[in-house]
């Protein structure tokens, strides 16, 4: 089993920046693939970003590709999530994600654990 803990959401003006973690612990964070998504009211959860274990590849959604960054730290179990440039639209819950392997998808499907969601309101 892997706990997946989200934290640094908040409101914000547009045009801000907020940075988003998640604290993992359980088995080896290090094996796993990890993906931020989020969903926002009436809508689907969609994928934002993902990450190998060896964070040698990332995907991002073209919704954000050039304002966000997804990073992680092995030894302190935890994965980012850079998000600067913040539009209205970005306003959702934002959940972190892990998957059992060492590549990362953009298929809300093929993950296996999740964190309980952090708000992030985008203020224009």
């Known amino acids: 089993q892997v706990q997946l803990v989200e934290s640094g959401g908040g409101l914000v003006q547009a045009g801000g920046s907020l940075r988003l973690s998640c604290a993992a612990s359980g088995r080896t964070f290090s094996n796993y693939a990890m993906g931020w998504f989020r969903q926002a009211p009436g809508k689907e959860r969609e994928f934002v970003s993902a990450l190998s274990w060896s964070r040698l590849t990332t995907y991002y959604a073209d919704s954000v590709k050039g304002r966000f960054t997804i990073s992680r730290d092995n030894a302190k179990n935890t994965v980012y999530l850079q998000m600067n440039r913040l539009k209205p639209e970005d306003t959702a819950v934002y959940y972190c994600?892990?998957?059992?392997?060492?590549?990362?998808?953009?298929?809300?499907?093929?993950?296996?654990?999740w964190g309980q969601g952090t708000q992030v309101t985008v203020s224009s």
């Open positions: 994600a892990a998957r059992t392997s060492a590549w990362p998808s953009s298929s809300v499907n093929e993950y296996d654990y």
